[in-house]
């Protein structure tokens, strides 16, 4: 399974950016309900892709490098992101089948 990891504060900041650009309000909510709520929905998943218990106690997120700094992430799998049936979705090298150059 390809999961992504994802830093929450950036996910958000462009969340509400798109927000903003939409003249919308903004998301009144933090980390920590909108990580209850991915989990709660079966996408939240943990270091060995597997989903996290919405009742679990512990971390739902994990420490991972992004341009040479440590941040908190959390994980979740590609086809939540990334609809697999979508042409658009993928990179122009599996469009046509074969490596970028």
């Known amino acids: 399974m ?5 830093n929450m504060p950036l996910a958000l900041e462009a969340v509400q950016q798109s927000l903003r650009n939409q003249m919308r309000p903004p998301l ?3 980390d920590r309900p909108l990580l209850a709520q ?4 079966g996408k939240l998943l943990d ?3 597997s989903p996290i218990n919405p009742g679990a106690t512990g971390k739902k997120t994990r420490d991972v ?3 040479g700094a440590t941040v908190k992430a959390f994980r979740v799998a ?3 992101l ?3 049936h979508d042409p658009s979705a993928r990179s122009p090298a599996a469009r ?3 490596p970028p150059d």
């Open 38 to 41: 991915l989990a709660e929905d």
């Open 96 to 98: 046509v089948g074969r």
């Open 82 to 84: 990334i609809d697999p």
């Open 78 to 80: 590609a086809g939540e």
């Open 2 to 6: 390809v999961a992504f990891d994802i």
């Open 47 to 49: 270091h060995a892709n």
């Open 28 to 30: 009144a909510t933090t």
């Open 65 to 67: 490098r992004l341009s």
